[in-house]
C-alpha cells in the first residue's frame, strides 16, 4: 500500500505495537532487544513506570499553558538542570535541533546586543550533525544535508576533525563561537579527547569567543557523566540537549552562564510548547533518576562490561570489525563489511541497532539496562558474526 507520510526517511519493514522496557515487541508477539533507543531518546527504556506515574499525574492536573505565565514544573526543572552543570538559565523547547537554534542566537545576541560588536560566525567540525533546520544544516556543513536547500544561512566555518590549528587559523574578528559534539554521534561515534576540550577552552577564553557544547544525543547520563564535558575539566558556556531528557517525551533545551545569557531579553525568543507541564513532568523524574550518583556509577560498570566483551568480538572477528568506539552507552562498532548489511542481519538475529557515518554500528542501550540483557546482545551479536563469516566459507 502506498504510504501517505512524506517518504523523507528510509523506513525498516519492522512495525511494533509495544515496548516493555529493553524490548519491543511486535503483533505476533515477537520481542527485539532495542538498543537503538529511538536514537538515545528512550534513556529508561520504553513505559518506565516511573516516567508513567509522572506523565499521569501531570495529565490530570495541567496538560499546557502558555509561557505567558508561571510554569512552576518548567522552574523546578531549569532549577535541576543549573544546579547539575556550570548553567545559570535555561531555554526550553522540543527538539534538538530547535535547542540548536538558540544556542546560535544566544551566541549572536551575547556579541551583537550585549557587547554591541559584530561577531556572528560560527566554527563547527566537519561530518558534525545539528539537526534538519536551515541554521543547523548550515552549521554542519555537510552536502548531504544541505543539497537541494540552498542557499544556506551564513556565518558557519567548517572545520576538519581534530585539527585544533585549523580552528585557531580560522578564527577572526568576526567569529562569536566554537560548536561542537564532544561525542560525535551521527558522525560515527567519535569522542573528542577531554585535552582537546581543554585546549579548545583556552583558546576561546584567549580570542574572547564563546563554546558551545552539543549534547544533544551525547548528554543525559549517555556518555556516562550527566553531561559528557563533565568528563573534562572544563565548562561550555552554551549547552544543548534533547534526545534522552524527556524519556521519549518531545523536550529540548539550551542551557546557558549568567553572563553570556545577558543578550537575550523579552521577546528576543520564544516557543508555544517549548517546556509545557507535561514534558517538564517527566523530563524531571528522567533527571531525577538519572542524575543520581549510583544510578550513573552502574551505568558506567555495566558500559565497562559490555565494552570488554564487544573487544573480546572484535578480536575474534578481526575481518568484520575493525573497531570499538564511543563511552558510556554511547558506542559504535566501525564495521569492516557494509554496516547497513551487519544491522540488518543483527535485526534478524533480534536485535535493534541503527547506523552511523564511517560505516559504524550505533550502539544504544536504554541507560537502566541490565547485565543480563547485555549478555543476551552480545551473544546476538557473536550469532551475526558466525553467520555473516559462515556465508563466506
Ligand atoms: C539528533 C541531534 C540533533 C537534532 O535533534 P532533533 O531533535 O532531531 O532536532 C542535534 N544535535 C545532535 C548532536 C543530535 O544528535
Known sequence: MQSSILSTYNRSKLSFVKGRGSYLITKNGKKYLDFASGIAVNSLGHCNPELIKALNKQSKKMWHISNAFQISEQEELAKKLTKLTFADKVFFCNSGAESV???????RAYFQIKKKKNKFKIITIKGSFHGRT????????????????????????NVEFGDHKAIEKSIDNQTAAIMLEPILG?????????????????????KNILLIFDEVQ?????????????WSKIKPDILTTAKGIGGGF???????????????????????????????SVANKVIEIISNKKFLKDLNKKSVFFINELEKIKNLYGNLIEEIRGQGFLLGIKSKINN????????????????????????????NVSIKELKIAINIIKKTCLDINGKKN
Not at 537554534?101 to 551566541?107: F, G, T
Not at 551521527?186 to 584567549?206: F, H, T
Open 250 to 280: 518531545p523536550i529540548g533545551a539550551c542551557l546557558v552562564s549568567n553572563k553570556v545569557s545577558k543578550g537575550m531579553g523579552f521577546g528576543s525568543h520564544g516557543s508555544t510548547f517549548g517546556g509545557n507541564p507535561l514534558a517538564c
Open 134 to 157: 536551515l541554521a543547523a544544516i548550515s552549521a554542519s556543513g555537510q552536502k548531504k544535508l544541505i543539497d537541494g536547500f540552498e542557499p544556506v544561512l551564513k556565518g558557519f566555518t
Open 218 to 230: 551525547c548528554g543525559i547520563g549517555r556518555s556516562g557523566k550527566f553531561f559528557s564535558y563533565q
Open 101 to 107: 537554534e538558540a544556542a546560535i542566537k544566544i551566541a
Open 186 to 206: 551521527e558522525g560515527g561515534i567519535k569522542v573528542i579527547p577531554s585535552q582537546c576540550l581543554e585546549g579548545l577552552r583556552k583558546l576561546c577564553n584567549k
Open 340 to 367: 547497513l548489511i551487519f544491522i540488518e542481519k543483527l535485526r534478524k538475529n533480534g536485535l535493534l541497532i541503527i547506523g552511523a557515518s564511517e560505516n559504524v554500528i550505533r550502539i544504544l542501550p536504554p541507560l
